[in-house]
């Protein structure tokens, strides 16, 4: 039997009315994928939603895979590997200009690409992209490694990419396309006079987008020096940001860089994208799951000394103790 024309057009009625409310939720659902905000957990208010990092598997699929960074290194597990020898350093004590810039979710410096490393068991020569940091709140835990579950002031990554690689986000589709060594600081009674020139330039940069030029300056200014530049951890990682891409070779160095309490607060004057003061700009540690940690060495060799000198107090006793 035919349905009349009228009961047609009723039916396509209701049902348009149905639907449209959920095509309207789904296109709103999509902006919200699609287009998601990442931001950190101190950006997180009730007035301004925006994407944490417990959420950054909506930004991308990436961010919940089983190689993310940062983790938390625990020093007795970590395995010594001969071949992470100390690394050939290009172009890091030569002074350039760079652009500076407050990118909306931290401080960035572009880097030359004239700067390169290479050595330290890397399959290739990588060349620089940029450096930037993370930190806390006014001198506050900051980095975003951990050391034995100790969080430190603040870290600065500088941004290496495999030379055949065009940029950071083409390298980032490579497994091993972007090498990264990680500086962790501790706060230090007296000013880090190299630290001076950027620091100064921080009060240029604190909205977003604004940039400034920073003059005469070297990477060799920035980290410890090479001999203290031979102990470091590592492991294969991701991008600890959106869309956190697991093509990271990570090495980060057990030497610190000191700066004042005064210096590791200039950091906090600066704002985020929403406005807010651009504080504790780390992502949460991430499970380790089956990946080994490896160390250039030191450890295990210290710890086999102490061994060894129980080893030989404990025979010592032995001996001087009366026969039965």
């Not at 860089?257 to 949460?284: D, W």
Request: negative net charge; charged residues 15%; proline residues 6%.
């Amino acid at each position: 039997m035919f349905k009349s024309k009228q009961a047609d057009s009723e039916g396509y009625g209701t049902f348009t009315m149905l639907l449209v409310p959920v095509l309207f939720w789904f296109a709103s659902l999509t902006k919200v994928v699609s287009g998601a905000d990442w931001c950190y957990q101190s950006q997180v208010t009730c007035n301004h939603t925006c994407t944490g990092p417990e959420e950054w598997g909506v930004v991308s699929q990436n961010c919940i895979g089983r190689s993310q960074s940062p983790v938390n290194i625990v020093t007795r597990r970590v395995l010594p590997d001969e071949r992470l020898t100390p690394f050939h350093f290009t172009g890091y004590q030569e002074a350039f200009h760079g652009r500076l810039i407050n990118n909306g979710h931290t401080v960035q410096l572009d880097l030359p690409s004239s700067i390169r490393i290479e050595g330290g068991n890397l399959v290739t020569p990588y060349k620089a992209v940029q450096l930037h940091l993370h930190w806390g709140k006014d001198g506050g835990p900051g980095s975003e490694h951990t050391i034995d579950g100790e969080q430190f002031p603040m870290e600065m990554h500088i941004v290496h990419i495999k030379e055949e690689h065009n940029n950071l986000s083409q390298a980032a589709k490579d497994h091993t396309g972007v090498a990264v060594l990680g500086f962790l600081f501790e706060e230090s009674k007296s000013a880090n006079k190299k630290f001076d020139p950027l620091i100064n330039a921080l009060k240029n940069i604190t909205q977003p987008t604004n940039s400034t030029t920073l003059m005469g300056v070297s990477l060799e200014m920035l980290i410890p020096p090479p001999k203290n530049m031979t102990k470091y951890f590592r492991y294969e990682g991701s991008l600890t940001t959106p869309d956190c891409d697991e093509a990271t070779v990570w090495s980060l160095f057990e030497n610190t860089v000191p700066l004042s309490r005064n210096q590791l607060a200039a950091f906090s004057q600066l704002q985020f994208s929403n406005g807010k003061q651009m504080v504790e700009t780390y992502r949460p540690v991430q499970p380790l799951n089956t990946r080994q940690v490896y160390y250039s060495g030191g450890h295990v060799a210290l710890v086999s000394t102490v061994l060894l000198i129980m080893s030989v107090l404990v025979s010592s006793a032995l001996s001087l103790s009366p026969s039965v």
